[in-house]
């Protein structure tokens, strides 16, 4: 089991599913944007973790990297939710949609295409 270690205190790392992806919603983050965030993706996944606000693990990020005197936590718990998402079932098949509507868009518009040019 992965766990979390915030100021030494000891989370159960989450699995990702739909309300974790709400979450980020909620935080302005979009999905395709994860990469981009990694400070907001952190302080979002370790807030699902503990089951606190944005500014309650602001805080003790805050003070956990004062107190360490380096950013490392970002990197632990970044680490931490790129191998959760790894392993989501919810993420496999929200990512297999996606992939799944891209074809189909893809499809149409070719079709519509050929449609066009034999008008």
């Not at 996944?45 to 380096?70: F, P, R, T, W």
């Amino acid at each position: 089991m992965e766990r979390l270690t915030i100021n030494g205190n000891s989370y159960q790392a989450r699995e990702i599913d739909f309300n974790f992806f709400c979450a980020l919603e909620d935080n302005n983050i979009k999905i395709a944007d994860i990469d981009q965030n990694v400070f907001k993706t952190a302080r979002c996944y370790a807030a699902y973790c503990m089951g606190v606000n944005q500014d309650i693990v602001g805080e003790e990020l805050s003070k956990h990297a004062v107190k360490a005197g380096n950013m490392d936590i970002l990197n632990e718990i970044y680490e931490v939710f790129s191998k959760k998402l790894g392993e989501s079932d919810f993420f496999r098949t929200l990512t297999q949609t996606a992939k799944a509507e891209t074809t189909t868009t893809t499809k149409k518009r070719a079709s519509k295409k050929d449609q066009d040019v034999q008008e």
